[in-house]
């Protein structure tokens, strides 16, 4: 028996490359929450819990994701066998209703631990991956079209990648869709392009927009109007010969087996923090397979850590035909692992090695945590 003796979250900040402009926020850093768990064998686990630009994308925050875990989750499950993952994961369901984020990451790190005691990766405990490389899309978001283009470009010639996700929903329709034009007008048909509203369209916007988007060559159309507007989903997914994909309107199984039922997308991004745990995540592609929807490996913009535990998942799913945007660690300035996740010839690569395969590098982390100097002033204060 493992017991879960102790479990450490650490919030640490990272700034991104560029602005990164969404419909509700523009990202310059990333605020992630690490989460480390040691158990009685002297063995420990890593995991991370992430959102998107504070609040504005979701209900969890990373300050909301470090309480969830250290006030809540933690002491419902200490002293417990980190063997029984499923027992664990249970146990803290039933105390913790929501914060699917920070379920995530404590799950995460029991999955790591259990995979290192066995000497497996974690993919191993799905079943084993059916692919050790996967597609890799990259968001355009620097709110300007020719630096989008410029970047996509480089991205291109690098063989990084090759499919483009913009970001778009900020601007009045008819700015938005002239960007995306310019854009497919100057990739050409060398890369697939793709686009996220984040929620930010009512229903008339969406149907001038996905008129508009499918006339140019758009692929795919990521959740245009409000997660909870579902039926209206239906109803352009029905409409229009362009793939609807749904994002924050899929909350866990429970919310894809709603939209499932009616069809109510083409395609379900499926994400590991936003369904609650790798498991749960499993279920979402589980239930959107029965359906006959295409499956996503969505992001909530991880660093390593969570970018990792989604490649073990999102490798064991054999029929992930719109591939993955697993770019997180791309998107910051610096890197906390050791050896960081590999992006080559427009695919990301399964991280090997036992668990997640992945190892922090402590003095980037000291340099990152939020309360670095809070522990100099302590230790000042000691001295
Ligand atoms: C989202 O809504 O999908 C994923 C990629 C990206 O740039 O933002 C995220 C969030
Ligand atoms: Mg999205």
């Given at each position: 028996m493992s017991k879960i003796e102790n479990i450490e979250t650490i919030i640490v900040d990272i700034p991104t490359i560029r602005g990164h402009v969404l419909s509700m926020t523009t990202m310059r850093q990333q605020s992630i929450v690490l989460v480390r768990i040691r158990f009685s064998d002297g063995s420990e686990g890593l995991g991370e819990g992430t959102s998107i630009g504070g609040m504005s994308y979701g209900p969890e925050s990373p300050e909301s994701i470090k309480l969830a875990i250290d006030s809540y989750l933690a002491p419902v499950i200490?002293?417990?066998?980190?063997?029984?993952v499923n027992s664990v994961t249970d146990r803290m369901r039933k105390s913790v209703r929501g914060n699917p984020i920070a379920h995530c990451a404590v799950e995460t790190a029991l999955w790591d631990g259990l995979a290192r005691r066995l000497g497996v990766p974690v993919a191993q405990l799905f079943g084993?991956?059916?692919?050790t490389r996967m597609p890799v899309a990259w968001t355009l978001a620097s709110g300007v079209s020719e630096t989008d283009i410029v970047e996509a470009r480089q991205m291109l010639a690098q063989r990084r990648h090759n499919i483009f996700k913009l970001k778009i929903g900020k601007r009045p329709v008819r700015d938005d869709i002239a960007h995306v034009a310019a854009i497919r007008a100057a990739l050409g048909d060398a890369a697939s392009i793709r686009v996220d509203v984040?929620?930010?369209?009512?229903v008339t916007d969406a149907r001038w927009g996905l008129a508009g988007l499918q006339e140019i060559g758009v692929d795919l159309v990521e959740q245009?109007?409000?997660?909870?507007q579902i039926r209206a989903l239906k109803v352009l997914t029905d409409q229009y010969e362009i793939a609807v994909m749904a994002d924050e309107a899929l909350q866990g199984p429970q919310s894809a087996m709603i939209a499932a039922a009616d069809r109510s997308a083409d395609v379900f991004a499926v994400k590991i923090a936003q369904s609650g745990g790798l498991k749960a995540a499993s279920e979402v592609c589980a239930i959107g397979r029965a359906a006959g929807i295409g499956l996503y490996a969505g992001?909530?913009?991880?660093?390593g850590i969570g970018t990792a535990a989604a490649l073990h998942l999102f490798s064991?799913?054999?029929?992930?035909?719109?591939?993955?945007?697993?770019?997180?660690?791309?998107?910051?300035?610096?890197?906390?692992?050791t050896r960081p996740v590999e992006y080559r010839d427009f695919s990301v690569v399964l991280p090997q090695g036992n668990g997640l395969g992945v190892e922090i590098d402590p003095g980037k982390l000291n340099h990152y945590r939020r309360d670095r100097h809070r522990k100099v002033h302590v230790v000042a204060l000691k001295s």
């Open positions: 200490i002293g417990e066998d980190g063997d029984r084993g991956a059916v692919n984040n929620q930010a369209w009512n245009p109007i409000d997660s909870r992001t909530m913009l991880e660093g064991t799913i054999p029929t992930l035909g719109w591939g993955t945007e697993l770019f997180g660690p791309l998107l910051l300035t610096d890197e906390i692992l």
